[in-house]
DNA sequence: GCATATTTGTCCGTATGTATA
DNA sequence: CTATACATACGGACAAATATG
């Protein structure tokens, strides 16, 4: 009768619960960068904005804290994380294990393959448009899609947790062009070689890109710390 | 205040929030099989026990939701989870590429074997005393501290959570003498290959390690089904 | 350093919707 | 179909901690 707010479906719809379709709201906000790291999430201003509860609220909280999207400071409120060197290079430590492990033993039918190839193609897409957010954006669908291949959920959910981190982390570096342009060509390579069927090869690949990946963050954190303590 | 219940001491030792706490006994009782499988866990009848409200309670849900341990059921409430065939599979898929991958990789001076070593002394000893839950633990044990080589905040959790959701498949099997009793000398055996600083070898006895428990995991489940639906 | 205002932590009561007997 | 039981979500209350002046 009341529940005027944005979230006024929820009898129709039903499906999912208030909670976690604020997760959701709040989940998109965050990895956009409306809410960027270490901000800090009033209880009260978002009770209003979306018109949900406190309480329901909170649990949507606990569910981005479980993400480690969000950290909690006890009496203090949440705040969307910050992550430091020490999270860049477990995130990649991460990915090396599994996303490795993945392509290498990962089926490689050409219908299995063409969701990879489209994340590709959108990111040529916005080179040529000079959309930097979208090229993001593709990049990390093209790794998402990649372990999609294991045919495993618990996989896939681990590894979109992993990316959305990072995404955190992005936005920390604050650059889209200057970090995905020069790895596109390198994620057609890996594409090639999954056509191949060659996985080893594909695993050599990947690796090196993470690598290089990873080094290439730690040195801007390595960086920023320094302009900062300066 | 008041709060004569089991979490008095909340004031206190404040470091974690009280939903935290009662997730942690809910998680242990889980795990040693207090509530099974199957079994529904009734709000108001945790409340009066452990002296919570059921918001704190239900933020408490909501954490082992998210670890799988618990699923909700939409108007319904909070049951522990029955994994299936296919989570049995999804599990092990995980475990090949995330365990296989950290074992071929990791450092293996001596102290940092040493945990695992202690593992195995642990399932020798219980395997002597014929204490087939303490044998399953030490199993547990055994794979926990292996991945913990890895010195990865993130795959530590990723396979507590993956090593819980097993114990679940356990209860569901029931022998723990019959099913940890062959691995304890193959785990061994890794240990060994380890040790010699051979990882490509720790690998693929453990693959093989995984399958053959997969494959008995399995079995025994379309033995089940096949009687439930006679 | 102190007093005040704000925000969070926790809990309760209630209205509404949903499933089961 | 009705009745009962339960889950969802809201709003309000108060203590405790924090931030502000």
Chains 1, 2 share one sequence.
Request: aromatic share 6%.
């Amino acid at each position: 009768m009341e529940s005027q707010g944005l979230l006024a479906d929820r009898a129709l719809l039903g499906r999912t619960s208030t909670a976690e379709r604020v997760g959701d709201i709040l989940r998109t906000r965050i990895s956009a960068g409306y809410f960027p790291p270490g901000a800090r999430l009033a209880e009260e201003e978002i009770t209003e904005a979306l018109g949900v509860s406190r309480n329901t609220l909170r649990e949507a909280f606990r569910l981005l804290t479980h993400e480690r999207l969000l950290i909690h400071e006890l009496n203090r409120g949440m705040f969307v994380r910050v992550p430091d060197v020490d999270d860049v290079h477990d995130l990649y430590a991460v990915r090396k294990h599994v996303q490795c492990s993945v392509v290498r033993t990962a089926p490689t039918s050409p219908e299995l393959l063409a969701p990879i190839a489209e994340t590709i193609r959108a990111g040529k897409v916005a080179l040529a448009e000079q959309n930097w957010q979208a090229l993001g954006t593709a990049d990390i669908s093209f790794h998402e899609e990649m372990v999609a291949l294991a045919g495993s959920d618990r996989i896939t959910e681990l590894m979109r947790g992993v990316l959305a981190e990072l995404r955190l982390v992005f936005h920390v570096m604050d650059n889209p062009r200057w970090f995905h342009e020069p790895y596109l060509a390198r994620n057609e390579e890996i594409l090639d070689a999954l056509r191949e069927g060659n996985g080893a090869r594909a695993d050599e690949l990947l690796y090196k890109y993470l690598d290089d990946a990873e080094r290439q963050l730690v040195e801007t954190y390595v960086l920023r710390r320094a302009e900062h303590v300066k």
